[in-house]
């Protein structure tokens, strides 16, 4: 920290830290800046001062120094006053504090209120205390009022104690950017002038090093552009050795692939035979190979775990022996008694590691084997190799310990005399480097706050230094090829980038690297632009593995890194090339190749050169430079894992043909591919031996190596290796090569040698000449070239083999051939009809093919030349098939097609011809003419056509290409027919299905007299004429055909013709569509069967039941569709017009072209006898050709499953169904609808006609059926386009609605009910017609008014008159009646339930109302009166003649006394007339009668008495006067009546002109007392 701190100047880290956090205290106000400018001076040229300068300089200084007081005393006001300010926002953020802290505890104490409240109110709430839930309730409200409040004030206070910190920390954040800024200010101009001077020295020297650069550029592009050469020139080489590795590798690959297929066949079929050995058991296949394949796994995984065990069995012995073997040389180290023989620090380290891999301890020299201590010497050869800039860096020291090998490196540690060495009390006080955790980070906070402050940006001619402030030369400090124990030290020049001047502090070197790496610098102060400083990097290893890091310093301007690397030395061998191709080599000569090994590695290694088939023995000892102190458990297994990829390739190099060894690459990538998978090791220590056992393969001696096939190969350094070709016999010979070596990291390398061995100075190129295919007798030539290689002109003999020279000729037979030239032979073929016999071994009748060895033979020498002439010999004929053709009768109106087969046998195509055809004859396609390919047979269509009845013989020529004739014999008799058609044939527009197109024809007689032609004419070839007179006909339509012909049978008189009307109708079989119902319904019993399945197995476990069900269910899906099959579909069941729907949707169109016989027979179809057909004639027959397209409808019905019945169903007479119907176009073109017009009169309407319908469009006919009786209608609605019409069928059934009610008379009466309460009553309702009803139930009294406002009030008019059906109402408003259920839907037969309340609430005689059942909100089926009394107690009076008016007063009745109310009461009047009728004869008149009933009113009150007595009083005087009454008392139950009946006989002095008045006093005594006075009043009437 202190040496930071001296790299700049003390103001500079004083203004350095911003106020960035409200924790730190504000500056010293006695900051000063001081004079900044002559610092800067100083420190940018602090050797050039002198005494004149010192004087300038004292002079300059006090001439500022006013100023910088009065600003300095400037400042300290500010600061005074920013400490004021400081102190009154310190206070007002206490109070503010204060506050909030208040505002908090309030809001708390308004909470526990409010909780408590709460509680109370809830409590209150529970009582039933109103008033009290009140006063909490508007408590509770206050307290939350509170609580708002509260909450509102504390975070305006937060902001505000906010504001105010924010505040004072950006004010004292300005005062000291303004210091900052003032400083800056004044070291820019330094710095500015320094970088220009720096800019233009850099300059110069840029320039210089840029001319070098160029120079070192060229020659790199030069070297670049050879290397570049030679590359492509190895890339040939490798593209042609990969090219003949491609063909090798073609064979075994296909050998491997049918061996892997065949293997997989016949696991299938083990697995096949097993699965089928299981079911023949019982078992269950599926699950006895799911164990087995689990119990495979469980194994491998159990051999995992073993492995997996062993390796880590074996590396915790590894450990624990390497630490036994640590700690026993630990204890065995000798002490270092004798110093002049004692070897120096490197040989103890390398006897250390030798005796380390050998697995004994180094300081017991008797027990060490000798072996153990000749690795010394091995040790110490092996590590001469090292690094150039190694060895320039020891060559002083190499010397100095050549002399001292026997003194102690460290002299004078030893000596008696030598004093103890004492620690100075400064290095005692300072602390360890790493100190403690908490010291660290103390440590790295304070370094990261002091890099925030020391560094800062450098802006030079405004421009902002950006990048790495110091370029290090080198970039990269690499120590290659290094030794343990060896010392390394390498310079770095660091080079001041930046704009001016700069600093440079060296932080250190990475953790890991700080065992090895030591660094020495010294910091040199500022350093300008451009200038640089030294750093000495000292590397001392003592692990021999790789390593990396940076050293960090730190600038002025940031921190930058020098990258440091250090690489151990490895082998790094290869070969120039892989493939040695000596081309071609004459027997005898000797050819010279090298191959060159290169080593750019630092370690050196044994090779050997082998055949790649040959065995290896190499030691495997793991290599003294592969093992250190440090060894791991990674290194072992990588060097394990080499050894275990070298043996694997050794072998898969020998089990496998040379072409498949794999390449240097391969190998590598073998070895990462194994260390991946983990490969169990050796443990360390253990010398282990490697032998590779091949099978033995033919040796090859015609490639041989050179001298050097073993030994060593040192660092950086190459060997070449010559390879000899001697060929002994003639062909192509491969071997392959390999190099293996005694480091076991180093993989092995294996290259290719090729060479073609010729025999003879006289070759052919082509030793194969493919004449390709040829004809009988056609002449084929080529040439046949022949090279020599000799240096003297041959002589040479061309000879044809015995038996073709007939055939095969060579020109000239006899030539000369000039040194080193080549020759060319004529070769002439022309095969002939013997070839097969003549030919006799060398020609395979089967295949066709000719393989004739031919014979070039060289003066003076044995052994011929020779080359095979290859051809396939074919023939060139024609066949046709059959051979004649014969026509029979045809009608000089009609062709007749007849095919005939043209036959190809030769192996080339051939193009033929018919010729000189007759003008009757026509030959199709191409008018007889084509190619025909190689044994292919093609189908030519003859026509016939004759021009008069007479008979043809006549022959058809066929020519091939090379002028060969083929005939074909025809013959053919014409006939003129009797009759014949206008059309011949008709050709039917595009018809939909089930539309109908029509077309009209004549038969026609031609003779136009009834009198016998001259001269006579045939008919029928040349028989005699047929008779004149009528001539009758007949169309034979074939069965189910679309086709009707109308008149089918007729008579045509000579000269006149009859008109035949031929329509075409296309419509789906009947078959067909019963197929597609059956599928449908097969699956859906297939889905409803697979559900069921389903979930019958979610209820089951055991796998042998579902198996079973599974086949039962199979069974029972394969058997229903055979039942369903046995079902007869009608026409009119829906899955039958389904099924058509959907077929005529997914109709793709059909071309039938049908051929309709007409017969003719002379003589007319009325003078025949009975059923005696008439004589037809087979010859005379003409024939009608009817090509009939079918196309799917341009419209579709798209809902209902496609069908074209709009079926409304049963719809109430008076109601309106409405059905909708969706249509498609699915033609290409938009159509216009039209649509048939529907009976104006009938049910049927059409509400929304589409005019128009774009393709694919989809579109919703809305058709409405309103029946006005009860009848069956049907019409149709056609919908036509131009391209057809759709024809939907509207059906409905009009049913008239009925039903019956259970109450007769159309009245209920509810009887009395006691005000207050209610009773009920019910009814049914049964509906009678087969369709749904559906009611509401309306009560006038609930209705609007029907206009009846205006009428006298009805208690006005007359009883008579009376016709109002609403009585007397509740006073509260509701209605006195009620039903339920208001409205609903009646079943077809069904009775539906209506229960009807009564419910007055106050006394009244006449409650009525009227119910009305309403049917489809429009009809009214039935009319209900309902009537009900009501009475304030329990008992009630019923009879006697009305004393008022059934409407009740408006007028308001004044309340009475209560004694006058019972006065009233006892005079409650009944009165009671009775007529006595007088009849005129002698007969007595029966007496008059009335009845009185007296009821005791069901209650639910609570009352004294159950029943109600009655008494009714002066029955005497009644008695007197003639009236008889029974009873006069007794005692009525609860909801019980009784009758008092009331009879009268005119006494013997009764005046019939004054009517009787008598009245009686009737009590009731119930829950009160009622008396009504009854009035009696009796007269005589005269009878009718």
């Known amino acids: 920290m202190e040496e930071d701190a001296s790299l700049f100047p ?43 300068k010192e004087q300038n300089a004292d002079k300059r200084k006090q001439r500022p120094a006013v100023q910088d007081r009065m600003q300095a005393s400037l400042l300290r006001r500010d600061l005074s006053h920013l400490d004021q300010l400081h102190e009154e926002k310190d206070l007002f953020i206490q109070n503010t504090r204060e506050e909030l802290r208040a505002c908090r505890w309030r809001m708390g104490l308004l909470a526990k209120q409010q909780e408590s409240v709460a509680a109370g109110l809830a409590a209150e709430r529970a009582a039933g205390n109103r008033s009290a839930v009140w006063h909490m309730e508007i408590q509770e409200r206050q307290l939350e009022d509170a609580r708002e409040s509260a909450q509102a004030e504390a975070p305006a206070a937060r902001k505000c104690l906010q504001e105010r910190g924010a505040s004072g920390k950006a004010e004292r954040n300005r005062l000291l950017r303004v210091r900052r800024s003032v400083y800056l200010q004044k070291e820019h101009g330094l710095r500015h002038q320094k970088l220009v001077e720096d800019a233009q020295k850099n300059h110069r020297k840029a320039v210089k090093f840029l001319k070098a650069s160029l120079g070192r550029i060229r020659k790199q ?62 078992g269950d296949a599926f699950k006895h190979f799911c164990h087995q394949r689990r119990r495979q796994e469980l194994e491998a995984q159990n051999r995992a775990f073993e492995e997996e065990q062993k390796l880590r069995k074996h590396e915790i012995v590894s450990r624990i022996l390497k630490e036994e073997a640590e700690e026993a040389r630990r204890k065995q180290r000798p002490s270092p008694a004798r110093p002049a023989g004692r070897p120096i620090l490197r040989d103890q380290t390398w006897s250390y590691v030798a005796a380390f891999h050998d697995g004994k301890g180094p300081a017991d020299p008797p027990c060490c084997p000798p072996e153990g201590r000749s690795a010394l010497p091995q040790a110490s050869l092996l590590v001469k190799a090292v690094s150039s800039e190694s060895v320039q860096a020891d060559r002083g020291s190499l010397g100095r310990e050549a002399g001292t090998l026997a003194q102690p490196e460290i002299p004078g540690l030893w000596k008696e005399d030598c004093k103890p060495y004492q620690v100075p009390k400064e290095d005692v006080d300072q602390k360890s480097v790493g100190g403690t955790k908490t010291d660290k980070d103390i440590l790295a906070r304070t370094a990261q706050q002091l890099c925030r402050g020391v560094t800062h940006k450098q802006v030079a001619s405004r421009r902002e230094f950006r990048g790495c402030p110091f370029h290090s030369k080198p970039k990269l400090v690499h120590f290659k090829d ?51 400083c030294e750093v000495l990097v000292t590397f001392k290893p003592t692990v021999n593995k790789d390593l990396e890091g940076n050293v960090s ?198 290259f290719k040698v090729v060479g073609v061995a010729i025999d003879v100075p006289v070759w052919v190129p082509k030793p194969n000449v493919d004449l390709k295919i040829c004809m009988y007798d056609r002449l084929y030539q080529d040439s046949i070239l022949v090279h020599t290689r000799s240096k003297t002109a041959l002589r040479l003999h061309f000879e044809v083999c015995k038996g073709l020279q007939g055939h095969l000729e060579l020109l000239p037979k006899t030539a000369c051939i000039q040194a080193l030239s080549s020759y060319s032979v004529r070769l002439k073929f022309l095969p002939r009809r013997s070839l097969p016999e003549d030919a006799g071994k060398y020609f395979d009748k089967e295949s066709r093919v000719l393989e004739a060895p031919m014979t070039i033979r060289v003066a003076d020498q044995i052994k011929p030349v020779g080359f095979t002439v290859h051809a396939i010999v074919t023939t060139s004929d024609l066949e046709l098939s059959p051979s004649g053709v014969d026509f ?24 033929f011809g018919f010729v000189r055809l007759p003008k009757f004859v026509d030959i199709q396609p191409n008018d007889g003419f084509g190619t025909i390919l190689p044994l292919e047979t093609l189908q030519l269509d003859v026509i016939f056509q004759p021009t008069k009845a007479k008979e043809y013989n006549f022959e058809l020529v066929c020519k091939s290409e090379i002028n060969r004739c083929f005939k074909l014999t025809c013959r053919a008799v014409g006939v003129h027919p009797l009759l014949e058609l206008s059309h011949y044939q008709v050709k039917f527009a595009a018809t939909s299905l089930y539309n109908t197109s029509v077309a009209t024809l004549y038969v026609i007689n031609s003779r136009l007299s009834m009198n016998p032609p001259t001269p006579s004419v045939p008919r029928i070839g040349l028989e005699d004429t047929s008779p ?169 019905v798209t809902s209902d499953k496609g069908k074209t019945i709009a079926d409304f169903g049963d719809i109430a007479v008076g109601q309106r169904g409405i059905k909708k119907v969706s249509i498609q176009n699915i033609s290409p073109e938009r159509l216009d609808l039209e649509y048939s017009v529907l009976n104006p009169n009938g049910p049927f309407v059409l509400l929304n006609p589409i005019g128009k319908l774009v393709s694919g469009e989809t579109q919703v ?36 609605s009925m039903t019956t009610c259970s109450i007769e008379g159309g009245v209920l009466n509810m009887g009395y009910v006691i005000a207050g309460e209610s009773t009920s009553a019910g009814f049914k309702l049964q509906n009678d017609s087969p369709l749904p009803i559906k009611f509401s139930m309306q009560l006038d009294s609930l209705s609007t008014g029907s206009g009846d406002e205006h009428r006298l009030p009805q208690f006005l008019a007359s009883p008579a008159q009376r016709t109002e059906v609403v009585g007397t109402q509740n006073y509260s408003g509701q209605s006195v009646f009620s039903v339920v259920p208001v409205e609903g839907v009646m079943e077809p037969g069904r009775a539906q339930d209506f229960t009807v309340t009564f419910s007055p609430d106050h006394e009244s005689l006449y409650f009525s109302d009227r119910l009305q059942v309403v049917l489809f909100e429009k009809k009214i089926s039935h009319q209900i009166l309902l009537k009900g009394s009501a009475r304030k107690h329990m008992m009630f009076v019923e009879g006697g003649d009305p004393l008022d008016v059934p409407v009740e007063s408006l007028t308001v009745i004044p309340a009475l006394d209560p004694e006058r109310t019972e006065e009233a009461e006892e ?41 109600v007595e009655f008494s009714l009083d002066s029955i005497a005087s009644l008695q007197h006067k003639g009236f008889t009454i029974e009873p006069s008392k007794g005692s009525v139950e609860r909801g019980q009546t009784k009758t008092i009946s009331i009879s009268w006989t005119p006494p013997i002095d009764f005046d019939p002109d004054h009517p009787l008045m008598v009245s009686a006093l009737l009590q009731l005594r119930g829950d009160v007392k009622e008396t009504y006075k009854v009035l009696f009043v009796a007269r005589v009437v005269t009878g009718p």
């Open 221 to 282: 592009e030069q070297r670049e552009e050879l290397e570049s050469r030679e590359h492509a020139r190895r890339r040939m080489d490798a593209v042609l050795a990969l090219k003949n590795s491609i063909s090798a590798n073609r064979e075994t690959l296909r050998k491997f692939q049918a061996w892997g297929q065949a293997k997989a066949e016949l696991a299938e079929q083990r697995a096949q035979a097993e699965k089928e050995v299981i079911l023949a058991q019982g």
């Open 1467 to 1507: 005079l409650k009047p009944i009165l009671v007339t009775l007529a006595y009728v007088q009849l005129d004869t002698d007969t007595p008149a029966p007496p008059a009668t009335r009845e009185l009933q007296v009821g005791c009113i069901r209650t639910t009150q609570p009352s004294p008495k159950k029943t």
């Open 888 to 911: 029979s009768y045809c009608t000089i109106y009609e062709a007749i097609r007849t095919q005939v087969s043209l036959c190809n046998r030769s192996l080339l195509p051939q193009e």
């Open 553 to 750: 310093f730190l600038a002025q301007t940031g921190r930058f890194s020098v990258p440091l690397k250090c690489s151990a030395k490895k082998c790094s061998l290869s070969l120039d090339k892989e493939l040695i191709d000596f081309g071609s080599c004459v027997v005898g000569e000797t050819a010279s190749r090298t191959v060159t090994l290169t080593n750019l590695g630092g370690l050196g290694t044994g090779f050997r050169f082998l055949l790649a088939s040959e065995c290896c023995e190499m030691d495997t000892s793991p290599s003294v430079f592969s093992t250190s102190s440090n060894f791991t458990y990674e290194d072992k297994g990588f060097d394990s894992n080499v050894a275990t990829s070298f043996s694997k390739q050794l072998t898969a190099g020998n089990e496998s043909v040379p072409a498949d060894v794999p390449s240097q690459k391969e190998s590598g990538k073998l070895d990462i591919k194994e260390k991946e998978e983990g490969r169990p090791v050796e443990s360390e220590g253990v010398t282990s031996t490697t032998i590779v056992t091949v099978p033995p393969n033919e040796e090859q001696t015609e490639f041989s190596l050179g001298e050097i096939t073993e030994g060593e190969i040192g660092p950086f350094s190459t060997i070449k290796v010559p390879v000899i070709f001697t060929p002994i016999v003639p062909g192509t010979v491969s071997t392959r090569f390999k190099v293996v070596f005694k480091n076991q990291q180093c993989p092995t390398l294996y």
């Open 482 to 532: 290094f030794d343990i124990g060896k010392v390394y030290k390498k310079k770095i020049t660091l080079i001041n980038a930046t704009y001016t001047i700069n600093y440079c502090k060296l932080v250190g070197v990475e953790e890991r690297l700080g065992d090895f790496i030591h660094i020495d610098f010294d910091p040199p102060g500022p350093m300008p632009a451009g200038m640089s």
């Open 10 to 52: 003390k103001k500079l880290l004083d203004d350095a830290p911003l106020v960035e956090d409200e924790t730190d205290e504000p500056e010293d106000p006695e900051f000063v800046l001081g004079p900044v400018p002559g610092e800067a001076e100083n420190e940018a040229d602090p050797g050039s001062s002198c005494p004149g």
């Open 1028 to 1196: 004149v007179g009528p001539t009758s006909f007949e169309f034979l339509l074939p069965p189910d055909s679309p086709i009707t012909i109308s008149p089918a049978v007729g008579t045509v008189w000579p000269g006149k013709r009859c008109l035949v009307r031929v329509a075409f109708r296309p419509v789906l079989t009947r078959e067909l569509i019963h197929q597609e119902a059956l599928q449908a319904l097969t699956k859906e019993a297939e889905a409803k069967s697979d559900t069921a399945t389903q979930r019958k197995d979610q209820q089951r476990q055991s796998s042998i039941l579902r198996l079973q069900n599974r086949d039962r269910l199979s069974q029972a899906s394969a058997s229903q569709p055979l039942e369903l099959q046995k079902e007869d579909l009608t026409s009119s069941s829906q899955e039958y017009q389904a099924a058509q729907a959907t077929l005529t949707r997914s109709f793709q169109g059909k071309f039938d072209k049908f051929v309709v016989p007409c017969v003719v027979a002379s003589g007319d179809t009325k003078d025949r006898k009975g059923t005696e057909p008439l004589s037809f004639s087979a010859h005379s027959t003409v024939y009608l050709e009817l090509w009939c397209p079918a196309v799917a409808p341009s419209i579709v």
């Open 1261 to 1296: 006919l809305e058709l409405s059926f309103s029946p006005r009786e009860s009848v069956l209608a049907r019409e149709m609605l056609e919908v036509i386009t131009k391209r057809g019409t759709l024809s939907l069928a509207l059906v409905g059934t009009g049913v008239a």
